[in-house]
């Protein structure tokens, strides 16, 4: 992925020890597409060199505001007005303390300071001590400086430099990563409550044996990632898959159907967008033995009765607030064949306003796909492209139906 193409990142470093991640944090944007320039405080140059910065973002890096090399002598200006954010990742104690204030006797504080506010967006990684970080002069600073327009990210938790254990340490560098690439898509799912079901469902034959299918989760996954990075809250109602949680989603692991459909139906009276990408089995054994089922030794296989699982789609989408416009919902379909014509079939039969359909054996573990989506009045097709991708664009062609488009 190339999420930050065009992206000048001024990447501000503050006195921390976490400033061996800000590193990592340096080589990952630039990976990601952006351009980096570093400044750094007097105080990271305690923790880390300005030559290994300068090594990670292919630039100089940038330290005293009494630098010569700017002509006009005002690199605060020039750097900031390049800017299209400004990270300090790590951001110590004291140095949102003298955000807070207005403080400007040294670079970065200086640049943060005479930033255009409107255009070049504050973001804030802080990194200290868990009880610096609990105290109220913090989480006072903290608040303020959200109230001023900064966004300020999560802190992690766990075990610390100090070798206390608690809440204060920065967010790894591929949290902050997916942080940056999350605070430059779109908001158009603001408000919005976004419920989502991935993965397969296992059907139990007995306590070892099971039904399954090929479906990895991973449209699911991206589509909620998508969907929070667009603004909304997000409730993901996974099968058994091996996938990490995209940050800020909330997750409820399921097995089976039976318990997908219960989750969903706890869930769905909250939600204003319901995405359905499951694949959910349509038939389970009538009764899971209790015990694993043996060979008796004639040869015969033993005789398995199946149920009908029930729709978990469907029935959100005859739900009162589905169809009084309260709840969107939105079907999957993977198809052998026939793509357009199925699709059109599925949805009517759903009662869903859309249906996106796709190619099952093309797209099941795959990292692309490519998607039709097929509503009332059209089709509109999202040529191959990577899964996440894909849900950008399909949380868009959503908001835009919602009449809530960015
Ligand atoms: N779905 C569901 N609950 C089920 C079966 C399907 O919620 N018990 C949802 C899927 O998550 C998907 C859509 O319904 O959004 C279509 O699933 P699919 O398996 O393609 O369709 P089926 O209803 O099984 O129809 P068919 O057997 O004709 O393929």
């Not at 700017?70 to 007005?81: D, G, K, T, V, Y």
């Not at 694949?279 to 060979?295: N, T």
């Not at 093309?362 to 191959?384: I, K, M, S, Y």
């Amino acid at each position: 992925m190339n999420d930050l193409a065009g992206k000048h990142i001024v990447l501000g470093l503050t006195g921390g020890i976490a400033c061996y991640k800000a590193a990592e944090l340096c080589r990952a944007l630039v990976k990601e597409g952006a351009t980096v320039q570093v400044v750094m405080t007097e105080a990271a140059g305690q923790f880390i060199t300005p030559v290994t910065m300068q090594a990670l973002s292919n630039r100089s890096v940038y330290g005293s505001q009494w630098d010569a090399r700017e002509a006009n002598n005002m690199a605060h200006i020039n750097l900031s007005r390049e800017a299209d954010a400004i990270l300090i990742a790590p951001c110590s104690a004291d140095f949102m303390a003298k955000l807070l204030h207005g403080r400007a006797d040294e670079l970065l504080s200086l640049m943060c300071l005479a930033r255009p506010i409107a255009e070049v967006p504050l973001l804030i990684a802080p990194a200290m001590n868990r009880e610096m970080w609990a105290h109220p002069a913090t989480q006072r600073n903290v608040a303020q400086l959200k109230a001023d327009g900064a966004h300020v990210f999560d802190v992690g938790s766990g075990e610390q430099a100090c070798g206390e254990v608690g809440d204060g340490r920065m967010l790894e560098p591929d949290e902050l990563l997916a942080e940056v690439v999350a605070f430059f898509q779109p908001k158009s799912l603001l408000g919005q409550r976004v419920l989502v079901t991935a993965g397969p469902t296992y059907e139990a034959i007995d306590p070892v044996r099971g039904i399954t299918n090929l479906s990895s989760g991973k449209m699911g996954f991206a589509i909620a990632r998508a969907a929070h990075e667009a603004g909304a809250e997000v409730t993901l109602v996974a099968g058994p898959v091996h996938l990490a949680t995209p940050r800020g989603v909330r997750r409820i692991d399921v097995k089976s159907a039976q318990n997908m459909h219960q989750a969903v139906m706890e869930q769905a009276p909250d939600a204003t967008i319901f995405i359905a990408t499951a694949a959910v089995a349509d038939w389970r054994p009538a009764s899971a033995a209790e015990q694993k089922i043996k060979k008796d030794g004639t040869g015969q296989a033993p005789a398995l009765a199946f149920v009908e699982n029930p729709d978990i789609l469907a029935g959100v989408a005859q739900s009162e607030r589905a169809r009084g416009g309260a709840l969107y919902c939105v079907g999957f379909a993977a198809e052998s064949h026939d793509l357009l014509a199925n699709a059109q079939v599925k949805r009517a039969r759903k009662g869903v306003p859309l249906l996106v359909g796709n190619i099952g054996p093309a797209t099941f573990g795959q990292d692309d796909n490519a998607l039709l989506l097929v509503d009332e009045h059209r089709a509109v097709e999202l040529p191959r492209a990577d899964k996440l991708t894909l849900a950008r664009q399909l949380v868009a062609e959503i908001a835009r139906r919602l009449g809530h488009a960015a």
